[in-house]
């Protein structure tokens, strides 16, 4: 139970009707950034307020977002804001500009600060952002760069979401400012025309990133990166590459919206894992390691081509719940397996289309995803409608408390990934090849992003459900997908991987894994110490009764490296292996009995008998044409 959370949706809600049908729209405001001290990571942002008359007597709240769109965990940004202040005026601390008094603020929650405007009807609210993760949610200052995610940094006005915004930024000495939105070299002020596009505007700010431009039917494309370690002369090539990414997908979808797009990339070196995050005219990929080592090109383009796929798929084209939101709670949608995991079937395909990847290559990648998602516990559990409603769970959030997610829960991006692969082959065999998923994607961009009436004022368009999917589905192929969408989407079958393979000559092959156990066992290692991590349902380690936290003293009599799997594959299924734990200061003898391994790995092969009519589904599902 969590009352208070609760006690903040109904005031706001009851605020924002409120404010929607009598609270006027401000008269302006204006973010102003500054960074005068990169070494403290400290973000400056003052919000420069001009009220109408009316509401120079009513308090004025500023909120700082608990999460911030593509990136679906609870974060509560407000924990890194800090000195929030108030004056009269349109005055940012450290400008002259005369006689200003202060105005009392007082927080009202843990995201939530309220200014007493006193009758002024110009107010500058002020506070600074600690900021050091290089992300594609979060955001850094340091004496590198700076680049921010919006969402963690810029307070919204409760209420005025909707209302236009102007940005300032104001950059230290000899650095660079380029977003997403940059008309021309030097620009340091924007227009928005509300704080979601200003939040959906990712910013680098630094001395020393480097620009290429292309160009596609006419729209430009720019290519930002920043590099932390030896590229390795390979720039010039990853640029080419990624322009037979945007060409690929272009052909699919047709034109996109914009006429400038810009693909803001960092080798990031040993800075943190990877990331990539989706947005309406630009997207930020943050990759470790550094462009020249092995491995790094090729998973800068896999990023790519995700993200690029999103500027229809999820940025235009959205499922109901994603947009505009609430971000005093976390979203809730039923369709991120589409959003995301059709776009991590599209990355891949695209990259095939692009000429990037051969068939081999791009079958043995679905295969993978295959034997990852069958092997998954959760994936017998958890529906791929459930899995995006649990999206505030499972995606890249930290969990203090212990929870059970490993043998609950599967991920909606290699679950719809699998789902939206194997409809495409439903539809293109159903239809025999004059229809596919892509011309279904197509019509719901159509219907729900160009043709639909604006339901509110973020964006155009609206949400689709998953019933429209089956709708648009069923018109294309002309085939009943009701039962599909029903065990397949809403439940947790088995999907018809021979019948969606067999109309395109293919099929797949289950072989038993190579593995040469089964243990059911997960260990981290704390400060040298063999500590269990997880523990999975009905398994070895689950009947030997070890637990998550038990401290692993010896295993097979040895003591226990990290190299814990190659001292088990010495034994084989039926063997029981010791094992001394100690667990509530006591040290407990137990046996590990290892099983054969219930795990497949899957490959994608030819038929033998496979057609020249089924062939030629095949060429046209892999090359677009
Ligand atoms: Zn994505």
Redesign the pocket.
Known sequence: MRPKILGVIVFVATFTSVALAQEPPLKSITYRLSMSRPVSHLFEVSILIELPDELKDKPLQVQMAKWSP?RYGVFDFAKNVQEVSATTGLCPPQTRCGDVSVRPVTRVDDQTWSVEPMRSTALTVSYKVFANDLDGTFSQLDTRHANYNGGSIYMYVVGHKPDPVKLEIVAPTGWKIVNGRTEHPGQTIWNFPNWDILIDTPTEIGPDWTLDTFEVDGKKYHVMVHSFGAEGGKRAGLVKDIEKIVRAEVAMWGPPEFEEYTFLIHFAADDRSGD???HLTSTQIIQPGALGEPGVYDSTLDTVA??F??VWN?KRLRPLGLGPWDFTRPANTRGLWV??GF??YY?HLMTRRAGLWDDKKFLDREATTITRVEYAPGNRLMSAEESSLSAPFIDGVEHVQAMNLQNTAISY?PKGELIGMVLDLLVRGGSKGKASLDDVMRDMYEEFYVKSPNSSYYLRGRGYQTEDLERIVERRSGHDFSDFFKRHVRSVELLPYDEAFGHVGLRLVKTQSKEPYDAGLGINFEDRQAIVSVVISNSPAEDAELQAKDQIVSLAGKNVGEDWRKTLARFKPGDSVPVTIKRDRRTINTNLVLRQPERFDYKIEERPDATAEQKALRAAWLSGK
Do not use: I, L, S, W
Request: aromatic letters at 14%; hydrophobic letters at 25%.
């Open positions: 593509g990539g995050m989706e995700h993200e796929f999103h999820v959003a995301e776009t991590n990355g991006y």
